[in-house]
C-alpha cells in the first residue's frame, strides 16, 4: 500500500485534537475514508510507534503514543546502534558509532553502509556476514549473534531487527555492544575454575563446603580415597551421620567459637570410613560470614587423613608407658641426674638409698650419696658419659641417709631431660644381690603435637620447568617472597641432585601424561610430593601442578618409635631377670627368654597358662590371695616372693616385683613383672 502523507497527516492531526481516543468509526468520520484504508493507515501509524491502540472491552480505541523519540533515546545508549532503510543508508547512528568508526554524522548518514568506513574498519569476512543479516533483516528476519574484528580481537554482542520508519518505509535496526573484556574474563573465569578442579580433584587432601547445619553440598573426589565414598553419596549429608559418636561434641564447640573476627577453626575427629571403620581426620576450616546481618553463610574445609599419625602416636604413647613402668617396677635402682643434681628416682633408688620420701633426695647432688675415695672415678665416668662414650660397669661403696654404708654396682648412659644433657644410673646393691643390670633410660619427651602442622607447597610449572605460580608457604620454604619466584627456574633453586631428581621426575609426568607421588628430603625436612599434569583442551599437557607436604614430624615419630621399641627389646635381653606380663584372666600372654634358664620351661610353654598352675601347691593360694587384693586396692606396687616348680620338679624361690595394669578407659588389663632367682 501507498501511504499518502496527507492522509496519515489528517489522522494525526484528528488525535491530537482528541488526545483520550477515537474508535475507527471516529476516525472514518473526520478523515472521510472507508474503514479498510483507515485501519490499514492506523496498522502503518502503529508499527512506527506514532500511534498506540487500547482495548476497551470490544472496541479499539486510537490515539498519539505518548513516547521519548527514538533518537533521544538512542543518544544516551552505550550500544552503538545504526539504522538503516531499505536501500542500506544510515539513517541515524549514535555517537558511540562515530566513535568507533572514526567519523562523523556528515560522513555516515544518508550514505550507503558499503561507502562508509564500516567497510574498512569491520574486516571483510565480518562485514560481508553483518550485510548479509541486515539484508535478511529487511526481509523481516531478525538475527542475534556474536562478530569479532580479527585485526583488533573486538568482539561484538550484534542484534539486526526489522523496524518500520514513520512514513511506513520498512528499514533495519543494528545494535553492536562490545563483549570483548566481558569474553575475556569469561575466559579467565573459565580458566580458573578448570585449574582449581583440577586441584581439588588431584588433592591428597579433601576440599569440600558445608551449610550452616553441617550438611554437605561440595566434597572433592579424594573422599574416594580417604573415606571410601564417592562425593555423591556425601553431597546432602549432615556430617554427624558418619561422626564417631565420641566426637559429636567437637562440632557445636567449634562452631560456637566462630565469629567474622576469629573465622578459622583446626578439629581432628573420628569419622566412619564406608566399610565400617574409623578414620583419623584433621579439618582446617573457614567460615564465610555475610557482609550485612552478620549470619553464618557457609564454612569451606581441607580435610586430611591423620589415622596413620594417630597411630604413631598412639603405639609411641604406649612403648613409653610400658618403659616408665619397668622403670617403676624395676628391681634396680635408677636414677636421673641433669647437672650433677637428682632430677628422679624410681622407688628401687629410694629403699636403696634409706629416703622415706622422694623429697628427701630430689634436687640434692648425687656425688652426696658416694663415699669421698670414688668421687673421682664417678666424675671421670660422667664426664666420660657426657662426651657419649660407653663407660664400664663398677663399684663403689656409697652411703644411705641414716649414714649406713652400702656397695652397688652400676654404670651411667648419657641421655636428655628438659632439653638438656643427663645421666641416667642404675645402680644395684651388691650387698645382698651381686648380679648387675643394664641400666634404663629416660623415656623421651612426649611427641611434639602436630595439630599445627604447616599447610602444604604448591607450585605451577610450564613444561620448560619456569614457576608459574607458587603459594606463600611454599616461598617460605625456599626463603624467599613469592613475587622473586615466579618466573624464575625451579632447578634454580634447588640443590643440583635434588634438581636432577625433580627433572627426572617433570619428565615421567610429561610422558606418561600420568601422576607421579614421591618421597625425598630436603635441608634435613622430608616431603610427601605429588607432581601431577595439567592438560589442555587439546589432551596436551601445558603445566605441572607440585604439591608437597612437609612429612619430617611424621617420619622422626617412626624413628623415635623403632629407637624406643629397640630400648625395651634390648632391657628385655640383656636383663638376666624374667620380665612377663598377663592378661586380665591371669594368662601369660609374654614371658622373656630367661624363664627358660631359670624354670627350664620355654617362653611358648607358658603362654596362655596362668603361672598358679606352675607354683609350689603350698604357694597357689597365698599367691592367687595376693594378686587378686592387689588388684582389689589398685596397689602401685607387689613385692613377694614365690616358690616355683622347675620343669625337672625342683624347687625355685623367686622373688617378684609386679605392678597392675589398666586399659584406656581404666579398667584392669593384667599384670607386668620382674620375677628374679631369690639368692
Given at each position: 500500500m501507498v501511504v499518502k502523507k496527507e492522509i496519515a497527516a489528517r489522522i494525526i492531526d484528528l488525535l491530537t485534537k482528541n488526545p483520550q481516543g477515537l474508535s475507527i468509526t471516529d476516525i472514518v468520520r473526520?478523515?472521510?475514508v472507508n474503514r479498510n484504508t483507515a485501519g490499514r493507515y492506523l496498522e502503518t501509524l502503529t508499527v512506527s510507534g506514532q500511534v498506540e491502540m487500547r482495548r476497551f472491552g470490544m472496541s479499539k480505541i486510537y490515539r498519539l503514543a505518548q513516547r521519548v523519540p527514538l533518537s533521544a533515546m538512542l543518544s544516551i545508549s552505550s550500544e552503538l546502534i545504526m539504522l538503516l532503510d531499505g536501500g542500506l543508508r544510515v539513517v541515524y547512528a549514535n555517537e558511540p558509532v562515530f566513535r568507533f568508526l572514526g567519523t562523523t554524522q556528515k560522513?555516515?548518514?544518508?550514505?550507503?553502509?558499503?561507502?562508509?568506513?564500516?567497510?574498512?574498519?569491520?574486516?571483510?569476512?565480518?562485514?560481508?556476514?553483518?550485510?548479509?543479516?541486515?539484508?535478511?533483516?529487511?526481509?523481516?528476519?531478525?538475527?542475534?549473534?556474536?562478530?569479532?574484528?580479527?585485526?583488533?580481537?573486538?568482539i561484538f554482542s550484534c542484534r539486526i531487527a526489522p523496524t518500520v520508519f514513520e512514513g511506513g518505509q520498512r528499514g533495519v535496526s543494528v545494535l553492536l555492544e562490545d563483549i570483548t573484556e566481558w569474553k575475556r574474563s569469561e575466559l579467565r573465569i573459565r580458566e580458573s575454575e578448570r585449574q582449581f578442579r583440577l586441584l581439588a580433584e588431584n588433592s591428597l587432601d579433601m576440599i569440600h563446603r558445608h551449610t550452616p547445619d553441617d550438611v554437605c553440598i561440595y566434597i572433592s573426589p579424594a573422599s574416594k580415597t580417604i573415606l571410601g565414598y564417592d562425593p555423591g553419596e556425601l553431597i546432602g549429608h549432615a556430617v554427624f551421620e558418619v561422626l564417631h559418636s565420641d566426637d559429636a561434641h567437637i562440632v557445636p564447640e567449634y562452631k560456637s567459637r566462630l565469629n567474622k573476627k576469629n573465622h578459622m577453626a583446626k578439629i581432628s575427629y573420628r569419622v566412619r570410613h564406608r566399610d565400617g571403620h574409623y578414620v583419623w581426620l584433621e579439618s582446617s576450616l573457614r567460615a564465610i560470614f555475610d557482609e550485612k546481618t552478620g549470619d553464618l553463610v557457609e564454612i569451606y574445609g581441607v580435610t586430611r587423613d591423620i589415622s596413620r599419625r594417630k597411630k604413631?602416636?598412639?603405639?609411641?604413647?604406649?612403648?613409653?608407658?610400658?618403659?616408665?613402668?619397668?622403670?617403676?617396677?624395676?628391681?634396680?635402682?635408677?636414677?636421673?641426674?641433669?647437672d650433677g643434681k637428682i632430677i628422679y628416682l624410681n622407688p628401687a633408688a629410694q629403699n636403696l638409698l634409706g629416703a622415706t620420701d622422694l623429697n628427701e633426695i630430689i634436687g640434692t647432688n648425687v656425688l652426696d650419696y658416694v663415699e669421698p675415695g670414688f668421687r673421682d672415678a664417678v666424675?671421670?665416668?660422667?664426664?666420660?658419659?657426657?662426651?657419649?662414650?660407653?663407660?664400664?660397669?663398677?663399684?663403689?661403696?656409697?652411703?644411705?641417709?641414716?649414714?649406713?654404708?652400702?656397695?652397688a654396682e652400676g654404670r651411667g648412659v648419657k641421655t636428655f631431660?628438659?632439653?638438656?644433657?643427663?645421666?641416667?644410673?642404675?645402680?644395684?646393691?651388691?650387698?645382698e644381690y651381686k648380679r648387675s643390670e643394664k641400666a634404663?633410660?629416660?623415656s623421651e619427651t612426649t611427641l611434639r603435637s602436630l595439630i599445627n602442622a604447616p599447610t602444604d607447597s604448591v607450585m605451577v610449572l610450564d613444561t620448560k620447568g619456569n614457576i608459574l605460580d607458587i603459594n606463600e608457604t611454599a616461598a617460605r620454604r625456599f626463603g624467599k617472597r613469592k613475587e622473586e619466584l615466579i618466573g624464575s627456574l625451579a632447578d634454580s633453586i634447588l640443590p643440583e641432585e635434588l634438581?636432577?631428581?625433580?627433572?627426572?621426575?617433570?619428565?615421567?609426568?610429561?610422558?606418561?601424561?600420568?601422576?607421579?607421588?614421591?618421597?625425598?628430603?630436603?635441608?634435613?625436612?622430608?616431603?610427601?610430593?605429588?607432581?601431577?599434569?595439567?592438560?589442555?583442551?587439546?589432551?596436551?599437557?601445558?603445566?605441572?601442578?607440585?604439591?608437597?607436604?612437609?612429612?619430617?614430624?611424621?617420619?622422626?615419630?617412626?624413628?623415635?618409635?623403632?629407637?624406643?621399641?629397640?630400648?625395651?627389646?634390648?632391657?628385655v635381653t640383656a636383663t638376666p631377670d624374667i620380665?612377663?606380663?598377663?592378661?586380665?584372666?591371669?594368662?601369660?600372654?609374654?614371658?622373656?627368654?630367661?624363664?627358660?634358664?631359670?624354670?627350664?620351661?620355654?617362653?611358648?610353654?607358658?603362654?596362655?597358662?596362668?603361672?598358679?598352675?606352675?607354683?609350689?601347691?603350698?604357694?597357689?593360694?597365698?599367691?592367687?590371695?595376693?594378686?587378686?587384693?592387689?588388684?582389689?586396692?589398685?596397689?602401685?606396687?607387689?613385692?613377694?616372693?614365690?616358690?616355683?616348680?622347675?620343669?625337672?620338679?625342683?624347687?625355685?624361690?623367686l622373688e617378684s616385683h609386679a605392678t597392675p595394669t589398666y586399659h584406656r578407659d581404666g579398667s584392669f588389663a593384667g599384670f607386668l613383672g620382674v620375677d628374679r632367682e631369690r639368692q
Open positions: 473526520d478523515v472521510k560522513d555516515l548518514c544518508g550514505k550507503n553502509i558499503e561507502f562508509t568506513r564500516c567497510a574498512t574498519v569491520f574486516d571483510e569476512d565480518t562485514f560481508d556476514i553483518l550485510k548479509k543479516h541486515i539484508k535478511a533483516g529487511l526481509g523481516g528476519t531478525e538475527w542475534s549473534g556474536e562478530l569479532s574484528l580479527k585485526d583488533t580481537g573486538i604413631a602416636e598412639d603405639a609411641l604413647r604406649e612403648s613409653e608407658d610400658r618403659y616408665r613402668t619397668l622403670v617403676e617396677i624395676s628391681p634396680d635402682a635408677v636414677i636421673l641426674h641433669r666424675r671421670k665416668n660422667i664426664k666420660k658419659d657426657l662426651e657419649g662414650d660407653i663407660t664400664p660397669a663398677m663399684e663403689l661403696h656409697m652411703v644411705r641417709l641414716d649414714g649406713t654404708p652400702i656397695i631431660a628438659g632439653g638438656k644433657p643427663a645421666i641416667q644410673v642404675a645402680l644395684r646393691d651388691i650387698t634404663l633410660r629416660e634438581a636432577k631428581a625433580r627433572r627426572s621426575i617433570v619428565t615421567q609426568v610429561l610422558e606418561r601424561k600420568e601422576t607421579v607421588r614421591f618421597e625425598d628430603e630436603r635441608a634435613g625436612i622430608w616431603f610427601d610430593t605429588v607432581a601431577y599434569p595439567i592438560l589442555s583442551e587439546s589432551g596436551e599437557v601445558n603445566k605441572i601442578a607440585i604439591i608437597s607436604r612437609d612429612i619430617t614430624d611424621r617420619r622422626h615419630v617412626e624413628e623415635r618409635l623403632g629407637r624406643s621399641e629397640q630400648r625395651f627389646r634390648n632391657l620380665i612377663w606380663e598377663t592378661d586380665e584372666q591371669s594368662r601369660f600372654i609374654y614371658i622373656s627368654p630367661q624363664v627358660e634358664r631359670i624354670l627350664g620351661y620355654t617362653p611358648e610353654e607358658l603362654i596362655g597358662h596362668a603361672p598358679f598352675e606352675y607354683f609350689h601347691p603350698d604357694a597357689r593360694e597365698p599367691n592367687r590371695l595376693a594378686f587378686q587384693k592387689a588388684r582389689e586396692r589398685a596397689e602401685k606396687y607387689i613385692l613377694h616372693e614365690t616358690r616355683w616348680i622347675h620343669k625337672d620338679g625342683q624347687s625355685v624361690l
